[in-house]
């Protein structure tokens, strides 16, 4: 079974920026893609962005392209998204996604584990 714990979510003003940090544990990372989502209050959980097994490939949801950036250490086991520029439609809570093969998408069913997620709420 594999574990993901996100970390990283806050309370920060419009423009200001956010590290989301998320550490997997068990039988996956390496040789997985990773992903993260975020979902609002009422809405469904949307694709943020995407990473490949070794960091090579990456895919973002065209609403965060230019001010987000995932990245990975696989050393440490961890994925991560730089948010810079937030906006207050960037609230939401923030899941980590352990991907079912080396690339992952951007659709749920890519993904085989979550994280319990991390909120993010970004005043104007």
């Known amino acids: 079974q594999a574990r993901l714990v996100e970390s990283g979510g806050g309370l920060v003003q419009a423009g200001e920026s956010l590290r989301l940090s998320c550490v997997a544990s068990g039988r996956l990372f390496s040789n997985n893609g990773m992903g993260w989502f975020r979902q609002a209050p009422g809405k469904e959980r949307e694709f943020v962005g995407s990473?490949?097994?070794?960091?090579?490939?990456?895919y973002y949801a065209d609403s965060v392209k230019g001010r987000f950036t995932i990245s990975r250490d696989n050393a440490k086991n961890t994925v991560y998204l730089q948010m810079n520029s937030l906006k207050p439609e960037d609230t939401g809570v923030y899941y980590c996604g352990g991907g079912r093969k080396a690339y992952a998408g951007g659709v749920v069913e890519d993904y085989a584990y979550w994280g319990q997620g991390t909120q993010v709420v970004v005043s104007s």
């Open positions: 990473i490949n097994w070794n960091g090579s490939s990456k």
